[in-house]
């Protein structure tokens, strides 16, 4: 993948460990691009709320959207900088629910080929109700492509890529965590690239949990 030029100092300020820099933005996702039909599509928000929400496409596309911009950071080793997204930020979305005070995590769902839940990762509300995370629809002034999770995909630049759910549906308020489809499969619970927590081994005692049949201890 070419490499953009930057400064040797800006490099060192905002590329994590292990990470290379490219100026395409690779397509990985496990399955395929689902089959969407915007007049059914909707956004579920559900779990330890007062009352659930359920956005239909209309409905999200009222809400106000704003530019970002932001570097991506995948876990198999690659970066890119200064990526626009545009959307709906994510504490826009918060301030049409109200959370439980038992609401400590989130499970983000989104598609697995067709199945609108069968993807999942999860994260703490602290990572989540951050200013720099959004729904985004457009990417560098273009719409998003399917391959790259039209019609929504969440931006949560501050972690590793695959918390940036690709096709999002979903969002399950929990009082408790629980660890998503990756997370299950031993990559780490939180995936802070700058900390390059990339695996579940890495976990330290208090962010280990029993992971599909083996406990990271």
């Known amino acids: 993948m070419p490499k953009p030029s930057y400064p040797t100092e800006i490099l060192g300020e905002r590329l994590p460990p292990g990470q290379t820099l490219s100026d395409g933005f690779p397509i990985l996702h496990e399955g395929r691009p689902p089959s969407v039909d915007l007049a059914t599509w909707d956004l579920r928000i559900f779990g330890e709320v007062e009352e659930e929400l359920r956005l239909t496409w209309s409905g999200f596309q009222a809400l106000p959207k704003i530019q970002l911009s932001s570097d991506f950071h995948c876990v198999t080793g ?20 109200r959370l439980k005070p ?10 697995l080929d067709d199945d609108p839940f069968g993807y999942s990762t999860n994260t703490s509300l602290d990572w989540l109700d951050d200013d720099s995370v959004l729904l985004a629809t457009r990417h560098n002034c273009q ?5 790259h999770g039209w019609p929504v995909r969440l931006v949560v630049p501050k972690l590793y890529a695959w918390k940036s759910v690709k096709w999002v549906r979903g969002f399950e308020f ?11 499969r031993g990559y780490h619970n939180q995936a802070e690239p700058f900390a390059e927590e990339r695996y579940a081994h890495q976990e330290r005692p208090k962010e280990r949990m029993h992971v599909r049949g083996k406990d990271y201890t």
């Open 78 to 97: 690659w970066s890119k900088f200064d990526n626009v997204w545009e959307g709906v930020r994510m504490k826009e979305i918060l301030k049409h629910v």
């Open 102 to 111: 038992t609401a400590r995590y989130c499970m983000i769902y989104g598609h």
């Open 143 to 147: 719409d998003l492509t399917p391959d």
């Open 174 to 184: 929990l009082a408790e965590d629980r660890r998503g489809y990756w997370e299950t």
